[in-house]
């Protein structure tokens, strides 16, 4: 059967619609550099998550090590997100990749030596976790620096998230395999060449920054702030909330995905693998159906039924002692999970004025960066007593009462939305 022309017409329109942001060409070479560097970050988390369990066999050490890796965004992200808004981002984000290469660089030769041991990892997790926490809100506000058309905004969030859960799909698969293969330190070795990708990416980028003029005020007057602003304007209070939930109580789920495998579904690495990749792939399938949204006006529901299934999913999960059914689950959770933190993003960068940008993003980033790895430390902990399924079936319930909360204010998330929908001159921003 052949389609008609109105049809194909029809299709290629909403392939183009939901790339459009990569028209814009600084953007799209960021991407593809980006491709290669996120691909190898994700085979050296699931390698770093079996070594740790492997040489300790300790579901509590999974938390430290996860904790000594998200931690110091709490004491540097929000200093960090206001100078995102004063320095050139793109000149501090070609320096944390390359920090970030070393880094790999280091555990990979630890571990190829065979003189790793768990101190060395968890003081490696900490560097790393410095490195990222500069980075996260320099590499957020970036995107409005290589965007050409700001009504695309949206879109190049979205494909960002694409881009990121394409590789959170693929790399534990292949990172999976490889441990089974080669070993955990060529995985690490992987991910440091997989930088060069980004790097040499940045240096074909054309950006201006505009500083503000002279920074009359201090860092902690701009911290202050973006505090006042980011907690006191309520439609991102909210949201924020929302979100600082969801990383305490679900997020770090993901860190304790090697117990699963191993003692609930008696599998090995590859399970594991398969397991992450199964999340992944559920990202990927929600990136993309927000990327072809054409309103962000659905965006505040959006957010409301994925808090709903993240914590319903994960709560299912953790009981469940089949393979395949504990797949189909990890493919909704990581559908909810990328649906909410996408819209929370995309609406943030939205709403927030354009001089606050940074700062709320630091705080957004928080909220994965800082809050999981205490939910992270608090879980390994309790496994110590309690089972780690029980553990997961109370934090997903508690998070299905945030989600709950939250339904309540989602209005005035909403009529925010719309009413600075409606004094925009641009309506393609509203196209995602």
């Known amino acids: 059967m052949i389609l008609p022309w109105s049809e194909i017409k029809n299709y290629l329109f909403r392939a183009t619609f939901t790339f459009r942001a990569l028209r814009s060409r600084n953007y799209a070479i960021y991407l593809f550099g980006m491709l290669f560097s996120v691909m190898g970050t994700w085979i050296q988390i699931v390698a770093t998550g079996w070594l740790v369990y492997r040489l300790t066999g300790s579901a509590y050490m999974l938390g430290i090590v996860t904790f000594a890796g998200q931690i110091p965004s709490l004491f540097i992200t929000p200093f960090a997100g206001v100078f995102a808004d004063r320095m050139n981002r793109k000149n501090v984000i070609t320096g944390t990749q390359i920090a970030s290469m070393i880094l790999s660089l280091a555990l990979a030769l630890l571990v190829l030596s065979d003189v790793v041991e768990i101190w060395q990892i968890i003081i490696l997790a900490v560097l790393s976790g410095v490195v990222n926490s500069i980075d996260t809100p320099f590499r957020h506000a970036f995107i409005r620096d290589i965007v050409d058309d700001s009504s695309q905004m949206s879109n190049a969030i979205a494909l960002n998230s694409m881009l990121f859960n394409t590789a959170r799909f693929i790399g534990p698969v292949i990172g999976g395999i490889l441990i089974v293969m080669i070993g955990e330190g060529w995985c690490f070795m992987i991910n440091a060449i997989s930088f060069i990708g980004v790097i040499a990416s940045l240096f074909f980028i054309h950006t201006a920054f505009i500083t503000k003029a002279q920074n009359q005020t201090s860092v902690f007057e701009d911290l202050s702030e973006g505090i006042k602003y980011s907690f006191g304007f309520k439609p991102i209070k909210y949201m924020l909330i929302l979100i600082i939930s969801t990383g305490f109580f679900v997020l770090p789920f993901q860190s304790?995905?090697?117990?699963?495998?191993?003692?609930?579904?008696?599998?090995?690495?590859?399970?594991?693998?398969?397991?992450?990749?199964?999340?992944?792939?559920?990202?990927?399938?929600?990136?993309?159906?927000?990327?072809?949204?054409?309103?962000?006006?659905?965006?505040?529901?959006?957010?409301?039924?994925?808090?709903?299934?993240?914590?319903?999913?994960?709560?299912?999960?953790?009981?469940?002692?089949?393979?395949?059914?504990?797949?189909?689950?990890?493919?909704?959770?990581?559908?909810?999970?990328?649906?909410?933190?996408?819209?929370?993003?995309?609406?943030?960068?939205?709403?927030?004025?354009?001089?606050?940008?940074?700062?709320?993003?630091?705080?957004?980033?928080?909220?994965?960066?800082?809050?999981?790895?205490?939910?992270?430390?608090?879980?390994?902990?309790?496994?110590?007593?309690?089972?780690?399924?029980?553990?997961?079936?109370?934090?997903?319930?508690?998070?299905?009462?945030?989600?709950?909360?939250?339904?309540?204010?989602?209005s005035v998330v909403q009529k925010a939305l719309i009413r600075q929908m409606n004094e925009s001159n641009e309506p393609e921003i509203r196209a995602n």
């Open 256 to 410: 304790f995905l090697p117990v699963f495998a191993k003692d609930i579904l008696n599998g090995d690495s590859s399970l594991y693998g398969i397991l992450t990749g199964c999340y992944g792939a559920g990202a990927l399938i929600g990136a993309v159906f927000l990327a072809s949204r054409r309103s962000l006006k659905s965006f505040p529901g959006y957010i409301l039924i994925a808090a709903f299934l993240f914590s319903g999913g994960l709560a299912l999960f953790s009981y469940s002692s089949i393979v395949g059914l504990s797949m189909a689950l990890l493919i909704i959770c990581g559908w909810a999970m990328i649906a909410q933190y996408v819209s929370v993003n995309t609406l943030l960068q939205t709403m927030a004025k354009p001089e606050m940008v940074g700062r709320v993003i630091s705080f957004y980033g928080m909220s994965f960066m800082t809050v999981t790895p205490l939910g992270a430390l608090l879980i390994g902990y309790l496994a110590e007593f309690y089972s780690i399924q029980a553990i997961f079936l109370v934090f997903a319930t508690s998070s299905m009462v945030a989600a709950v909360i939250y339904a309540t204010r989602k």
